[in-house]
């Protein structure tokens, strides 16, 4: 048996491909499936829950690889919104750049952009890692609640605003955070953490010249004196 | 792109620019059986020039070189059911409602030619749909505007506006921002002060594409909640909400892509 299959988008339709990867495939069938001209088309390979190897071909559109669990997705370019939106397991890379809302939502598993990311990169995490190889846009990682978001670039406006316990670690220049997260000092496991993600990621970036930003947790309880000024 | 707005849709197209004083103008009339043919023997008994047109349904181009005020005076007098849909020596331009697919191919859009266009298909959320609540939206001339989003100040700054004299079609929030940038171009602002003065100005969410004669014009709010894409090679540039509609371009697939950022104004000039 041929151990990679392609599917043409240029002859399939998104949801023929989808069920596919849904129902059709066992955790052995394939090597990899590699998708053909995605041509910025929404919802590629989302809802995956086999180990599989997904290859797709070229520039994808919203929510690609979204909600992923055990697959291994990569992207051969850019990704328009919400890529890999609320991934529970497995991997998402993109080789491009990637549009608003990165790795939004997710639980866990692990986020490769490659590229720059845009706004609300990494927003409401909840457990996923997301590293990426470029710079994130404003609002990034805007109320994570928990995981790891790695910016080997620069950070846009906002960053971490409305954090909980999710934590980003910062290379370049940070345009400003967002109320009530804080940088705090790198300790052992801060420089562990980061360097193991950069090397889950395989991008090449040295972990001390991070910075960490978490929650200062002023936000946690309502402060009547605070006038709603944090 | 009709997915993303099937209610309505538009075109302006910038054409090699008509020599002075002779100008274009874009007629809509509510009347599907209108006689265009008799409406430019009225201008030209009406105002003694000369004029050509070339009409397709609702939609015609009159070319004359009179004076603007005195065509929209005539107009009103003669014609005052006809509304003027853009004026200038460059753009030409097609709006209504339906699929964006069936008014592309009413109107001929593979036939159009120039040199620069910008397009727009509309999902309503907080005006009419009608022909005239279609984008793009024109102020002055050769001057035209696309928005994807919704000003939340519309009102107040249409009071300002209407308080020197400017006129408004609808009550849209885009003709708004279009007529606000226009005004400020007017008052002596290049289009990208004007852009800069909108920011402290225009309250709310917006991509905008606009057009000028020469110039295709781009900027997104600061929050930058509506997508765009660019793609830019050695021989065009393309501008669109979603990659999914330049993926099809010749040569896109080594052109450079990239998202717009937050308040930055990105211009091409032809």
Redesign the interface.
Known sequence: MDRVKQMDLAKLSVREVNQFLHHDLSNDDFERIEILNP????NIAAGLDHTVDIMIL??A??FVAGMNKLAHVTVQG?V??SVAENIMSGSVRVR??A??CAGSSGHGGLVVIEGHA??RCGISMKGCDIVVGGDV??FSAFMGQAGTLVVCGDAGPNLGDSLYEATIYVRGKIHSLGADAKEEPMQPADYEQVAHLLTDAAIECDAREFKRIASARRLYHWNADARQEY | MGTRGPDSAGLAVFRRPLDAPDRRFGLYSNDPGVDWQAVREDFQRDTGGEATIRFKETHSVLTSSIDVDDFKRWLMLSHPNLHILAVGRSIEMYKDEGLPGDIAQRYGFDQLMGTHAVAHTRMATESAVSPAHAHPYTAGEDFCLVHNGSLSNPYSVRRKLERRGIEFETDNDTEAGCRFLEWRMREGETLEQAIETSFTELDGFFTFLMATADRLVLVRDA??CK?A?VAETDDYVAISS???????LPGV?TAR???P??EQIYSWTV
Do not use: I, T
């Open positions: 041509d910025g088309l929404h070229g520039h559109g919203y850019n328009g919104w491009g750049h549009s608003a845009s706004s846009g404003h | 929050f930058a997508p894409v979603e990659f999914r509609s330049l993926a099809h697939a892509v990239f998202e950022v937050p």
